[in-house]
């Protein structure tokens, strides 16, 4: 059985830090691309960051460049999404991907909110 489990997720105050991990089973994580989207109410979901199988190709979403580190550990089945000087505007459900080849997996999503 495929999972995605996201954790990490919380409240912190503007220019604090998290960091999101996502743990994988039940399919060849190694061989999948992955990564981190965001949805905030009422908005679409977009991606903030993807890395892929060797831990290359990074790109991230220009609202997010230099704040935050997308990383893989593919010994450990786990992606992280390490996220400093966080923004009221950061504040959303963050969901991993993993991809290949059309096939694509979802975590359910944990909740980050960033208010003083």
């Known amino acids: 059985q495929v999972q995605l489990v996201e954790s990490g997720g919380g409240l912190v105050q503007p220019g604090g830090s998290l960091r999101l991990s996502c743990a994988a089973s039940g399919f060849d994580f190694s061989t999948y691309s992955m990564s981190w989207h965001r949805q905030a109410p009422g908005k679409e979901r977009e991606r903030v960051a993807a890395?892929?199988?060797?831990?290359?190709?990074?790109n991230y979403a220009d609202s997010v460049k230099g704040r935050f580190t997308i990383s893989r550990d593919n010994a450990k089945n786990t992606v992280y999404l390490q996220m400093n000087k966080l923004r009221p505007e950061d504040t959303a459900v963050y969901y991993c991907n993993a991809y290949r080849f059309g096939d694509t997996y979802w975590g359910q999503g944990t909740q980050v909110t960033v208010s003083s």
């Open positions: 890395i892929i199988t060797g831990g290359g190709g990074i």
